[in-house]
């Protein structure tokens, strides 16, 4: 795979400064001497036509001056002079730059101007750039601090991607005296160019980095930033605050980056879906980062705490209680072990109290035996300074009985400040990641056990991304097409119900009368008891003015009813056109329960499933949870059980159990029918009667509008749903059916399947080695696939009366954006019969749909097969320079 565009940024090895200078107070000067000051390794070019020599290195007046090869470009002279600068990098062959100008989208149109023309010209140039308006990036590890911060930054394993400067001072600054190292600290500023999506795509597979935080005031392209979050969560925790939570504090971040705020609740739905994990406070941003900087990660989240004071480990235990995390019973082991070394009073339990005089002998026993208790996931140790209490001989009994490799995370809270500050110091020179409060201990573990949870969730196998019943996709577009050209934005109650018929969900019988005598007519139709409402686009809530009425039972009753919603419609909303009155027919749900499902447009992440109570009160019961398509079966059921109401379910009292699976159905087919139709600006089932016999879609609201005519076909999605354009019906030569189709998650039986099945020859060709079978890790890579990023294809066959998998190829899209590299395989028993052909063909497509231009691969050169596939295809080969039993096979598309 080709390197990062990025590389020449995050590893540089020559750096020119653009505006460096002598002067104390000038940001070029202050970028020049912090580069010079911490030993940067390589090579440094002043750029200042001002200078004949900066810090005693020769300066020159352009960057074309330099004569040789230069990685990045640093970047701190006036907005009005950068895009000139960019283009003078670009005729220099520097692909990357870091512009900490400021006057870029701030302060009115001049501010505007800039940032259109910077980001103009550095699209021509071919540069890459991080800012404007931003402090740098610091990469201690290469002794590279390209910043105007004033103190130095510790080389560690974490990594910090913020959009705001100041908290990279701060973290800076704090990190130091708590013995914390950084990988890289990156301030983004605007984001004009390189986002958070390239940062976490770069540091998810640096190897100077175990784990990220991330500070977000605002995103600005979401399918980058969710993509990219997944991938990076993968592989290493990755901890968000995100500020502007409340609407005046969105209000203050759109202002400062420029960069849209969606809802706070969706937000939390994108980390979910992602497998982030957030942190709701600075100080815990802290907390986070002080855990992950100095732990192992975490294989569970059974905590157990050690003090010497009883009320410390009740605040602790009552914090854990609240995060979910479970206090473990002790091991019998355990607990006989610590009998023989405890006074006769502690505790006999988790939290472990080992009484107020105990010495620094009880620490060490105490750690040492629950450390190694096999129900422990984590251990707090706890100290109270008290009159006995030498803190700083406990704290080092405390790091000598632990071992030198530690396989669990250890954290300390060393309560108070003068007397324990020595200890303090012993423990987080030692690795033992310390806080002052118990609260803020236990909330550090809990971002560990947080990030295991949620891999052991990305690890399940899960359920097909859209229900098997084909919807009709056709019919739906008609109805929207016939009201988008009415220029109506709000589709009737009977187009709405049309529109979930089309989808499959379960509607009840609705008849429009524009009469008394039509509305009978209806009523006799559908059956009575009927319920009548209001039929009127400029009416959304027609309880509201009173235009519903149920359980009518006959056809006088019709009549009167039909009046009387009239009249006082007319009354209540005399500017509204009213169209008559719908006539349904009353659910027939055994137990019913009234539930919300509904979907609406975020403005940064774009169509969100929402699933609560429902019925009148919905607005003031506010028992809801939000979900981004598309969605599963385990994902809509998680969605569910994130509510009150998820309970009511169940069965209870004399009530059965309601039909959940049916629940789960129509949040998918929502689902659906938002990823498919990105007309559906907003649509409401409310209620959605769920009951022992099914559900029924009582009333339904769906608003419209036409997409850009730029977008694709699911440009309105932040994550890419299944792409079944891609589908492909064909026959074998001997009459065999075959589908050509993407991956999906339900195909990990199958993948597995298909890969035990290939040859020892086939599997070494595959995967350039030896491999028996997946492991889960793999298998859920392999079919949980994000399909923005990379795609995979399967050829499945009807083989002894059932469909099996034959082949698969796939593509991971290279960092450049351009290029992918691939691989393909196929079953040994088909071979000869143009599968592999057919995958090949396919992938061609599906890069073509992502924009690539080349397709590339490494084909072992015994492998004469595919290399002769290869040649047929068009593909060039060539000798791989660093390892000659490889051949590198390249296509132009």
């Known amino acids: 795979m080709e390197d990062s565009p990025l590389k020449g940024m995050m590893d540089a090895r020559s750096i020119a400064v653009f505006g460096a200078s002598e002067s104390s107070t000038s940001v070029g000067a202050q970028v020049f001497a912090n580069l010079v000051t911490d030993g940067f390794d390589g090579a440094l070019y002043p750029i200042n036509p001002k200078h004949k020599k900066v810090r005693g290195i020769r300066c020159y007046a352009r960057v074309t001056d330099v004569g040789q090869d230069i990685d990045l470009a640093v970047i701190c002279t006036p907005a009005r002079t950068v895009p000139g600068i960019i283009r003078e990098c670009g005729e220099a062959g520097i692909k990357n730059a870091i512009v900490l100008s400021a006057g870029f989208g701030e302060g009115g149109n001049k501010g505007e101007n800039h940032e259109s023309e910077l980001r103009a010209a550095a699209k021509r140039a071919g540069v890459r750039f991080m800012g404007p308006n931003c402090v740098g990036l610091v990469r201690p590890w ?43 600290l990156v301030s983004l500023g605007n984001s004009v160019d390189i986002d958070f999506g390239d940062m976490l795509q770069y540091l998810a597979s640096d190897p100077h980095t175990d784990a990220i935080l991330l500070y977000v005031e605002g995103v600005r392209h979401a399918p980058s930033f969710i993509s990219s979050l997944k991938y990076a969560a993968r592989l290493k925790p990755v901890i968000v605050l995100k500020s502007g939570r409340h609407t005046a504090s969105s209000a203050a971040a759109h202002t400062h980056t420029g960069a849209l705020i969606g809802s706070d609740a969706v937000f939390d739905a994108v980390l979910e879906r992602a497998g982030a994990v957030r942190a709701m406070t600075f100080g815990q941003l802290f907390a986070a980062a002080e855990i992950l900087s100095s732990s192992k990660k975490a294989t569970g989240n059974r905590l157990s705490i050690i003090t010497n004071g009883g009320g410390a480990g009740v605040l602790a235990a009552d914090r854990a209680a609240d995060l979910n995390l479970e206090l473990p019973e002790l091991d019998p082991k355990t607990k006989a072990s610590l009998e023989k070394l405890l006074p006769q009073y502690w505790s006999h339990a988790n939290p472990v109290d080992i009484l107020g005089d105990a010495g620094a002998h009880e620490y060490g026993a105490a750690v040492k035996a629950v450390y190694e208790d096999p129900h422990t996931d984590g251990l707090l140790v706890m100290l109270t300074p008290q009159a006995m209490t030498d803190a700083t001989a406990a704290a080092q009994a405390v790091v000598d009985a632990l071992p030198k490799r530690r396989r669990k995370p250890v954290l300390a809270c060393w309560m108070g400040e003068a007397s324990v500050a020595e200890g303090r110091r012993v423990l987080s020179k030692n690795g033992v990641a310390d806080f002052i409060s118990p609260e803020r ?8 056990a947080e990030h295991h949870r949620n891999r052991k969730l990305a690890l399940q196998t899960l359920g097909p991304l859209s229900p098997s019943t084909a919807p009709d996709l056709e019919g739906a577009r008609l109805i929207i097409q016939a009201a988008l050209a009415e220029d109506r934005d709000m589709l009737s109650d009977l187009e709405s119900k049309a529109l979930l018929k089309a989808f499959r969900i379960p509607i009840n019988l609705t008849v429009e009368a524009k009469t008394a005598a039509e509305a009978v007519v209806a009523a006799s139709t559908v059956g009575f008891p009927v319920a009548m409402k209001i039929s009127s686009p400029d009416i959304t809530h027609k309880s509201d003015v009173g235009g519903v009425r149920t359980g009518i039972g006959d056809a006088a009753e019709v009549k009167r009813v039909f009046r009387d919603i009239s009249d006082r419609v007319r009354r209540e909303r005399p500017n509204a056109t009213i169209r008559g009155i719908t006539v349904e027919a009353m659910a027939d749900i055994d137990s019913p329960r009234e539930l919300v499902v509904g979907a609406s447009r975020d403005p940064v992440f774009g169509p969100t499933i929402l699933f609560g109570a429902g019925g009148t009160a919905v607005e003031v019961i506010k028992d809801s949870a939000v979900a981004l398509p598309p969605l599963n079966a385990v994902l809509a059921e998680r ?23 049916m629940v789960i159905f129509v949040l998918r087919r929502v689902s659906l029918m938002v990823s498919e139709l990105p007309e559906i600006v907003e649509l409401d089932i409310n209620p959605l009667i769920a009951g022992a016999n099914g559900v029924l879609a009582v009333d339904a609201r769906i608003r419209i509008a036409r997409p850009p005519a730029r977008d694709g076909q699911y440009d309105h999605m932040a994550i890419a749903p299944y792409p079944r354009h891609l589908i492909r019906q064909e026959t074998l030569a001997d009459g065999t059916p075959l589908v050509i ?15 035990k099945s290939l040859s020892e020859e086939a599997r070494k060709f595959r995967f350039m080695g030896v491999l028996n079978e997946l492991s889960p890790e793999m298998l859920v890579q392999f079919t949980q696939i994000d399909y923005r990023r990379e795609m995979a294809l399967v050829a ?13 190829a796939r593509y991971v899209i290279n960092p450049d954006g351009r290029s992918a590299e691939f691989a393909v395989v196929v079953g040994d028993a088909v071979q000869h019969q143009g599968i592999g052909t057919r995958l090949m063909k396919g992938l061609f497509r599906a890069a073509r749909d992502h924009g690539l231009s080349t397709i590339e691969g490494s084909v072992l050169k015994h492998n004469a097969p595919m290399l002769k596939l290869m040649e047929e295809l068009g593909f060039t080969t060539r000798i791989d320079p660093d390892d000659a039993e490889l051949v590198i096979v390249e296509r132009v598309l």
């Not at 201990?441 to 560990?448: C, D, N």
């Not at 969605?639 to 699976?661: G, M, Q």
């Not at 998650?745 to 890969?755: I, L, T, Y």
């Open 142 to 184: 290469n002794k590279m601090n390209a910043t105007f911060l004033r103190a130095g930054t510790p080389k560690g394993r974490l990594a910090l991607i913020s959009q705001s400067g100041a908290l990279c001072s701060a973290i800076s600054d704090w990190a130091g005296p708590h013995h914390l190292g950084f990988s890289a």
């Open 441 to 448: 201990a236990v909330e550090a573990f809990s971002y560990l």
């Open 639 to 661: 969605l569910i059980n994130r509510t009150r109401v998820s309970r009511l379910l169940d069965a209870y009292r004399d009530n059965p159990a309601a039909d959940r699976e």
């Open 741 to 755: 189709r993407p991956i999906r998650p339900e195909d990990a039986e199958s993948e597995q399947e298909f890969v």
């Open 796 to 808: 499945m066959a009807e083989i002894d009366g059932r469909e099996k998998q034959c082949g698969v």
